[in-house]
């Protein structure tokens, strides 16, 4: 019986310790370029958003089972970006709201990044961290 109880036990061990295997497969894309003139797009006058996560050992519950940004769900990569950006979750909801607030807006151009990051409890981020984004940029519609 002690024996069998052994054995079961590293079974299941055995079952919950094993890992998963990803395959990823890609094709090398060609060069695709498109030329954009200027006479292409009009652009905005600069606009603001701003966003601001909480997290508590590293998860947000406010957005745990509500996403509101572009991409995965993770960072800003889908959205339509014109520039460098930091990507980070919190970036990406200030992205996010920032082209929600300009619903004829295809594209943000240059965005301009404020981060500002809180850690209240002794200063170590990773039980709590308060993290304000605020984007100020251009949107811009093609014609």
């Known amino acids: 019986m002690k024996k069998t109880n052994k054995l079961l036990s590293i079974f299941i061990a055995i079952i919950l310790l094993s890992s998963c295997t990803t395959i990823n497969k890609t ?3 060609p060069f695709s370029g498109v030329e954009i003139k200027m006479s292409d797009f009009s652009l905005s006058e600069q606009q603001s958003a ?48 920032l082209l929600e607030n300009d619903n004829s807006a295809d594209f943000i151009f240059y965005p301009q990044i ?18 304000t984004v605020e984007v100020k940029a251009r949107t811009g519609t093609f014609k």
């Open 27 to 29: 094709v090398k894309q």
């Open 50 to 97: 701003r966003a601001t996560s909480v997290t508590i050992l590293g998860i947000d519950f406010e957005r745990l089972f509500i996403k509101k940004m572009g991409g995965d769900g993770s960072l800003a990569s889908s959205l339509p970006i014109i520039g460098q950006y930091l990507s980070d979750p919190t970036t990406s909801y200030a992205m996010y709201d």
């Open 114 to 131: 404020e981060k500002k990051s809180i850690c209240p409890i002794i200063g170590i981020c990773f039980i709590n961290r308060i993290t």
